[in-house]
């Protein structure tokens, strides 16, 4: 690994030297054997234990659990490591966190004790939310939680959840109460003969060796300190669980995306037609360069979000849900897309890449999905942007410092301590992100009038006038709107919009805050121009494809895919 | 929860509702502005009827849901609402 575009990626790279080469073969994280684990819907033997022995599962567990959880960045790029790879993996451990997360926040230390004793072992967790017949509305739950003899008696059926079978511990949403909805922490193991019954696993499209399957549990008795936090507000420690994963999903994209480019890269270097490499074919070169853009931008857009778990978790409510929506959607286009590179071999499930490229399609289509669908996403965007809009002022000394402590990646942040009173349901107005915009524009074009002007300035500068056109149109459009439906069609497009205003400030702000420390292609801006030219693309303007950086693009991915760096901004040339 | 509070007492009422809400939403309550609408904070409709429920019980009133969410949207404005309650009027 070269450049480093944050020293939170030290103990990702490392995890990656430790799995070895995908394409190198005969190990369980090479594309060979997790093609064959899928084909016999398993995972690849000793994966689990290959991770193990590196200590991957102690990053579920926070440092002051005593594992090495440390920050939400450095997780997120361990996870991006593993997902280009085998993304099964990581749903696997992402659905642990997933349940551990309300004990790390809420939990007693005598729960935080016991599941952190049960994850360094290896065991797994289960997040028991969902019920068969109420999906997205976690209000309409069922199961119960009925307080008896100083204990509880539960009654519910849960399913379709992850590592239900496998799992030891069950974080699971009940009814206390007529209006009550809380969290219990069930351990299996305490549990009598009858108590716990589990339902087959569940035949999917993807991820294949995964345990999605159910548990259902009559009238289990559990002890009267089985609480998570206090009764009465689970919805609430739902909503803000998911904050944190929902977030790591991105990174999960960003995996897949980086996987896929070098399947499609590396074939189109290999493949010859006409008496040449068909990368030479100006339309393969252009979908190759235009869907690692994406890339670039779903980083810019991940990483700062990433970062606000320990430096803003106030803002997660309404960050954490434009990454869960934009970056896998993003990252759904350029699977699709590389695939139209690959042809017939994207079809295959041999070949190029031991035919890993359907598997990785095929599990990634579970991102827009699970911990709120792209419109579950987009509706809770959607009920914060009239408070955003409302509050989108300048950005004063403080909010400036978080933007640069969110934006320069060159500094690791302090240790994550889990608290849920930090998290919020909603950002209140306050987005220092997106209200940023007017000010990083003024950066952008102070930076022109500098002694040493970006090569890419002054595009850089066209861009920007016409994202801040459209910004203001749509500012206009939402604060004209007398009385603001969330669940409204205009009102989920509005907050599409908003998506791509925030990955627009995003890689802005990235540019300016680590043009000075990584140097080089990254600071002469031409990957923001096609960054700011593919976002105006995605609101609907007609934008002509700069030739002149695609170019420099593609040349820096054809060197790229020769020395096998990472896919990142970082890895562009340096000066 | 017991009948307890004091509907004449506005400062009591009024810390009293922002501890229900702070419970609700799982953040401290002195950070539940009493003149910043409930909706900012995330506080959905369904909180909102656990909460006048909760104030029904403690106030021994009875309470036009549909009125006072939409009404009556802040922590003081709630406060107005209740101390105009005509069961509150008969009592004086
Ligand atoms: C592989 C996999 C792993 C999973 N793991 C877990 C797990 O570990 N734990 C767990 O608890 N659950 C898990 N689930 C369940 C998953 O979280 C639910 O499937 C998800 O919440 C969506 O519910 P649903 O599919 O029933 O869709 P529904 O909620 O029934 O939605 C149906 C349609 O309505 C739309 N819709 C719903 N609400 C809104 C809204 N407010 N605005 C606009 N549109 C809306 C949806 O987008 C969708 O198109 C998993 C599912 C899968 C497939």
């Not at chain 1, 790029?77 to 659905?95: D, E, F, K």
């Not at chain 1, 074939?267 to 010859?272: L, Q, V």
């Not at chain 1, 419109?375 to 959607?382: Q, R």
């Not at chain 1, 080089?520 to 923001?528: H, S, T």
């Amino acid at each position: 690994m070269t450049a480093l575009l944050s020293p939170a990626q030290v103990l990702a790279g490392a995890f990656d030297d430790y799995l070895g080469d995908p394409y190198a073969g005969g190990t369980p994280f090479s594309y060979d054997e997790i093609v064959a684990g899928d084909e016999a819907s398993e995972l690849p033997p000793n994966a689990r234990s290959t991770i193990e022995k590196w200590g991957f599962h102690e990053l579920l567990v926070p440092v002051e659990q005593g594992g090495r959880l440390r920050t939400l960045d450095e997780l997120l790029h361990v996870c991006r490591v593993l997902s280009r790879r085998n993304p099964t993996i990581a749903v696997m451990y992402g659905s642990t966190l997933l349940a551990a997360n309300p004990v790390w926040l809420w939990g007693s230390a005598r729960q935080k004790r016991e599941l952190a004793d049960e994850l360094l072992s290896g065991g797994l967790a289960c997040f028991g939310v969902s019920e068969a017949d109420h999906g997205s509305d976690l209000l309409s739950t069922e199961g119960t939680l009925v307080r008896e003899n100083g204990g509880f008696r539960l009654n519910a059926a849960k399913w379709p959840v992850g590592n239900a079978t496998r799992a030891r511990f069950v974080t699971v949403l009940a009814r206390t109460g007529e209006r009550d909805l809380s969290l219990a922490l069930v351990d299996k193991q305490q549990l009598s003969d009858g108590a716990v019954r589990h339902l087959p696993f569940v035949r999917t499209l993807g991820l294949k060796g995964h345990d999605l399957s159910g548990v259902e549990f009559h009238d289990a008795v559990l002890p009267g300190d089985a609480l998570v936090g206090l009764p009465g507000i689970g919805v609430t420690q739902v909503l803000k669980t998911l904050q944190i994963t929902r977030t790591a999903i991105a990174a999960m994209s960003l995996g897949v995306m980086d996987a896929v480019l070098r399947m499609g890269l590396g074939y189109a270097m290999d493949r010859r037609l006409y008496g040449d490499r068909i990368f030479a074919i100006p339309i393969i070169r252009h979908q190759l360069v235009q869907e690692h853009v994406n890339l670039f931008i779903g980083e810019c857009t991940t990483l700062p979000i990433s970062r606000a778990l320990v430096l803003a978790p106030e803002r997660l409510s309404l960050w954490s849900a434009i990454a869960k929506y934009l970056v896998p959607v993003t990252a759904e286009k350029t699977v699709h897309n590389v695939g139209v590179v690959m042809g017939a071999r994207s079809y295959l499930r041999e070949g190029v890449a031991s035919g890993a490229f359907q598997k990785l399609q095929r599990d990634h289509a579970i991102a827009s999905v699970f911990e709120g669908t792209t419109h579950v996403n987009l509706h809770w965007i959607a009920e914060q942007l009239p408070a955003v809009v409302a509050s989108a002022g300048e950005p004063d000394d403080a909010a400036q410092d978080l933007l640069r402590q969110l934006f320069d990646l060159g500094d690791n942040t302090a240790a994550w301590h889990p608290d849920g009173r930090r998290l919020r349901l909603a950002n209140g107005g306050l987005d220092e992100i997106t209200a940023a915009w007017p000010l990083a524009v003024r950066r952008a074009e102070a930076l022109l009038r500098g002694p040493r002007p970006p090569a890419a300035g002054a595009e850089i500068l066209d861009l920007c006038a016409r994202l801040s056109e459209l910004r203001a149109a749509l500012h206009h459009r939402i604060a004209a709107t007398e009385s603001w439906q969330s669940s409204s069609v205009a009102a989920i497009t509005a907050a599409g919009e908003h998506c791509a205003h925030h990955a627009a400030v995003s890689c802005l702000l990235i540019w300016l805050d680590n043009r000075d420390r990584l140097g080089g292609a990254f600071a002469d801006g031409g990957w923001l121009v096609l960054s700011l030219q593919r976002l105006l693309q995605r609101l609907g303007v007609t934008v002509a494809v700069d030739e002149r950086h695609e170019a420099e693009l593609a040349q820096q991915l054809e060197h790229g895919a020769e020395k096998k760096d990472w896919f990142t901004l970082a890895s562009l040339p340096a000066g | 929860m017991t009948k307890s509070l004091d509907i004449r007492n506005t400062s009591e009422l009024q810390s009293w509702l922002r501890e229900r809400i702070a419970f609700y939403l799982d953040q401290p309550a002195d950070t539940i502005d009493p003149d910043t609408e409930l909706t900012h904070y995330g506080m959905n409709s369904v909180y909102a009827v656990s909460l006048l429920a909760d104030l029904e019980t403690k106030l021994g009133v009875e309470i036009d849901y549909m009125q006072a969410t939409w009404g009556y949207p802040t922590v003081n404005k709630l406060v107005e609402y209740l101390e105009a309650l005509p069961a509150n009027r008969e009592g004086e």
